[in-house]
């Protein structure tokens, strides 16, 4: 029992391009650590539950207009006002497999035109992942699939920059998978490698902020 030993969760974020397979990778990792009778939770940033979610969801199905550094706020602010929650979550021993977090809010921005380092500035001090699964997929390959084009961002050439700005984030903490392979071949890598992070923390590895 993790509760009673103390040991903490893991948090476990995916991250990757519009139509990676991020939201089913998620559902299928929640199942699994569920099964394992490990405490898990599954998150998803931007959360549209809160006010602020409500506002960047108008936002994203085009129906409110925003200035590009407002909307980057609002979805930095979406991230802290669940901080406490997820730092609580994680102490008592619950894991949470994150649909995207602050790689999104600098990758999506900066691909927009907006500088790099301001776009990390507002980020600095949320809890950092133990691991970032990064679904790595052609953007043209992305395209092809079901759904695409629905929201805002979901363009082509935009995609394209949102890829390379997640290159200048990648770092120690980040695994990439090739995520145009079948589902099954994806979720197989993941559960390695979610099962490793979860051990590492429960075996005592310390929280940690972003960006240090
Ligand atoms: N997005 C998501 C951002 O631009 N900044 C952020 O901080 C986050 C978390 O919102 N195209 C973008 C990426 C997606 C869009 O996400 C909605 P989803 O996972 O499709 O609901």
Request: charged share 25%; proline share 3%; hydrophobic share 35%.
């Amino acid at each position: 029992n993790n509760q009673r030993s103390g040991s903490r969760g893991a948090l476990i974020v995916l991250e990757g391009l519009d139509r990676s397979g991020k939201t089913s990778q998620s559902c299928r990792l929640l199942s699994y650590l569920e099964g394992l009778g490990h405490p898990v939770e599954s998150w998803r940033f931007p959360d549209r539950n809160t006010g602020v979610g409500q506002m960047i969801s108008a936002y994203l199905a085009n129906k409110s207009q925003l200035d590009d550094h407002a909307i980057h706020l609002l979805f930095s602010a979406n991230r802290w006002e669940k901080r406490s929650l997820m730092e609580s979550k994680l102490r008592s021993g619950t894991t949470l497999i994150v649909d995207r977090y602050s790689f999104s809010g600098v990758a999506f921005s900066s691909a927009k035109g907006l500088d790099f380092e301001w776009c990390k500035a507002p980020e600095m001090g949320l809890l950092a992942p133990d691991l970032v699964l990064y679904l790595e997929i052609p953007p043209e390959k992305a395209a092809e699939r079901g759904g695409y084009g629905g929201e805002r961002y979901e363009q082509l050439e935009l995609q394209k920059k949102v890829a390379r700005s997640y290159q200048m984030l990648y770092d120690a903490s980040w695994k990439a998978i090739d995520a145009s392979l079948p589902i099954e071949d994806v979720e197989k890598q993941l559960r390695e490698m979610v099962l490793d992070c979860v051990t590492t923390c429960q075996k005592g590895k310390a929280l940690s902020n972003l960006w240090s």
